[in-house]
């Protein structure tokens, strides 16, 4: 296995800060995750490779793998090491700005696994953007601070319940794959990390969900029949809400998903 310790000295690399550079160095965690992936013959998305720890576990079983890695040193160095492997597509790009249909034609538009370990500071923006996307995603398998992780798991009332909460809860099922301490990685986080298991649900999911998901979030502290109104008239969204068998005086944040499914499809008709 890579030793990313190792490749980080003798290449002279300093972990980029700015971009959340903690690499993952736990041979049993690596070996965990790609079990939690259940990947064999599957094609994989790894977002975020670094060094290429995992990337070099998950060739082993995976029937390939796209890495998008933003960082030059990085793909440099996964590319000296792994490049060789014909299962390996590297593609060196910021994910958030990798074209989607590039991301289809990568996987002929078939369903695929997605893997990654996600800076804390980008975590958010990664998932809203694999959730709004539409690919073809089975499964995600996503290493993240406990913080972050905590949200997508969160229920109706909760602080942390927020708009990327009732989305993901909605799309997938999510469990709690493996919880990891910093002494995983290298350089050593200041806190805990978690591996979510993101199940795609195929639960029926209306067309503007996660746009009435948002507008209902809008201002926290109002109501949801003032918050609508971003999208759609005051009868309109008194139509919207009492259709879907809601209070106008209630707020988002003590919805919970299947409600926010009930004012989606009343939306989604009333703008037919």
């Known amino acids: 296995m890579l030793d990313s310790k190792a490749i980080i000295a003798n290449n002279g690399l300093n972990p980029n800060k700015a971009l959340g550079q903690n690499f993952l160095i736990d041979e049993t965690a690596i070996k965990k995750i790609v079990e939690l992936c259940r990947c064999d013959d599957s094609p994989v998305l790894e977002i ?4 290429g720890a995992l990337t070099e576990e998950l060739l082993k079983h995976a029937q390939k793998v796209c890495a998008v890695e933003i960082d030059a040193n ?3 160095l996964i590319s000296a090491n792994l490049g060789n492997n014909p299962k390996l597509s590297l593609v060196n790009c910021d994910f958030l700005k990798y074209p989607v ?4 034609e990568e996987f002929s538009c078939g369903s695929f696994i997605v893997a990654a370990n996600l800076p804390y500071y980008i975590t958010a923006p990664i998932c ?4 709004d996307s539409e690919l073809n995603i089975s499964r995600m398998v996503l290493m993240m601070q406990e913080e972050a992780a905590d949200r997508f798991t ?3 009332g909760a602080k942390n319940y927020v708009p990327l909460s009732v989305i993901a809860q909605q799309l997938f099922d999510i469990s709690v794959g493996l919880k990891l301490s910093p002494a995983s990685y290298y350089p050593a986080p200041e806190v805990n990390s978690v591996v979510l298991v993101f199940e795609r649900s195929n639960r029926f999911t209306p067309k503007d969900f996660s746009k009435v998901v948002k507008a209902a979030f809008a201002m926290r502290r109002k109501t949801l029949f003032n918050n609508l109104q971003s999208i759609a008239d005051k009868a309109a969204v ?5 259709s879907a068998g809601l209070s106008p005086s209630v707020r988002a944040e003590s919805l919970s998903p299947s409600d926010f499914v009930s004012l989606s499809k009343a939306y989604d008709e009333l703008i037919k």
């Open 154 to 156: 969160a229920a109706p």
């Open 101 to 104: 249909e590039r991301i289809k």
């Open 74 to 76: 990085m793909v440099q």
């Open 238 to 242: 008194l139509h919207i809400i009492e």
């Open 48 to 51: 975020g490779p670094g060094l």
């Open 128 to 131: 809203q953007r694999l959730f």
